[in-house]
């Protein structure tokens, strides 16, 4: 017998995660434009504020990361509109800080 259950688990909570589907359903892009909207386009990080009419440059974030969670997914209360730029950033970091929690939260 193989120990491959752990290493599955792993490979399935990247690419093949189910909330990755989230994204692509009409009901996601109802609720990115509903924030944008309630937003007024504006990017939310302190310090941005930059107003953006093209929603293709701008960002739906979750603010406490949902990590798979629906009910944090789909709460417009945890959705913030960013522009992209501060998106990527915003991104960046925490991609660093996870690389150090690496394993805490399992
Ligand atoms: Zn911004």
């Known amino acids: 017998m193989q120990p491959d259950g752990e290493q599955q688990r792993e490979r399935q909570r ?31 990080l302190p310090g941005c504020g930059r107003i953006e009419g093209n929603t293709a440059r701008l960002v739906c974030d979750h603010i406490k990361p949902h990590r798979g969670n629906e009910r944090l997914f789909w709460d417009t209360a945890n959705l913030q509109t960013l522009c992209k730029t501060c998106h990527d950033s915003v991104k960046q970091a925490e991609e660093q800080a996870s690389l150090h929690q690496r394993g805490v939260w399992d």
Do not use: S
């Open 14 to 44: 990247d690419t093949g995660a189910p909330w990755r589907k989230w994204y692509k359903t009409a009901r996601w892009r109802g609720l990115r434009l509903q924030v944008f909207a309630r937003d007024l386009f504006q990017c939310r």
